[in-house]
């Protein structure tokens, strides 16, 4: 069973950064995609940054040019670099995973997860 285990998160200063880390594991055979979202009190979850192993890094409008997705593909491990941070910016930060993995009986199996998420906190 693929797992992920994020860390970083914290309470910081507005205009303070944070680097958020999420490691997967478990028989993992490839990674097709993964991404970091985000869900703030009372609101819906959103998608923060994204960054397929064949394809280019997207990023809400809202943190264009303050965060960055970055991927270690050796360590089936992504970050998420968060600078100038903003109170707005408050939120459970929830890391996901899809790619495909060794089944019980060594077939290939698709799979995708989520994170528990961790909490970030801005205060100004």
């Known amino acids: 069973q693929v797992k992920l285990m994020e860390s970083g998160g914290g309470s910081v200063q507005a205009g303070e950064s944070l680097t958020l880390s999420c490691v997967a594991s478990?028989?993992?055979?490839?990674?097709?995609?993964m991404a970091w979202y985000r869900q703030a009190p009372g609101k819906q979850r959103e998608l923060v940054a994204r960054?397929?192993?064949?394809?280019?890094?997207n990023y809400a409008d809202s943190v264009k040019g303050r965060f960055t997705i970055s991927r270690d593909n050796a360590k089936n491990t992504v970050y998420l670099l968060m600078r100038s941070l903003e109170v707005e910016d408050t939120a459970v930060y929830f890391c996901?995973?899809?790619?495909?993995?060794?089944?019980?009986?060594?077939?290939?199996?698709?799979?995708?997860?989520w994170g528990q998420g961790t909490q970030v906190i801005v205060s100004s």
């Open positions: 478990g028989g993992i055979i490839d990674i097709n995609d």
């Open positions: 960054l397929p192993t064949r394809g280019r890094e």
């Open positions: 996901y995973v899809e790619g495909a993995r060794a089944g019980r009986w060594g077939q290939v199996e698709p799979f995708d997860v």
